[in-house]
């Protein structure tokens, strides 16, 4: 039993919002925006079923401000899907959490930079 119910037990800080997502598997591509992010995982929607452990091809862009300019980069790691729920909100959608389980140490470092550069939410 958690004694502190309202400590996040997560281990890696997450930014809320939207960044464009590509997931794909030998039979389906679905582009979509993440609802957060993490260094080792992701939530977001999608316009179909896709069933827990099914295994995915990610691809992810990340806008960096660095000074007066935007760099995209781009993200790309195998993940999991861990959980599938109904969206309450939309009946043709559902919500996937994601765990990225073959990401470089590369890849994870820009992705914990990226969400330390939000301070937890998008612009």
């Given amino acids: 039993m958690n004694k502190f119910p309202d400590q996040d037990r997560r281990r ?39 069933e827990p452990m099914t295994k995915l091809k990610i691809h992810l862009l990340l806008n960096f401000r660095r000074n007066k300019k935007i760099l995209t980069k ?16 939309d009946d043709d959608s559902y919500n996937i959490a994601i765990f990225f389980n073959e990401i470089s140490e590369r890849a994870a470092d820009t992705l914990a930079k990226f969400v330390e550069s939000t301070n937890g939410k998008l612009a």
């Fill in 74 to 89: 781009k993200i790309s790691c195998e993940g999991v899907v861990v959980r599938t729920e109904s969206n309450p909100k």
């Fill in 12 to 50: 890696h800080r997450r930014v809320e919002g939207n960044i464009p997502l590509k997931i794909s598997t030998g039979d389906f591509d679905i582009v979509t925006e993440t609802k957060n992010l993490s260094r080792t995982g992701a939530f977001c929607r999608v316009n179909q079923y896709v």
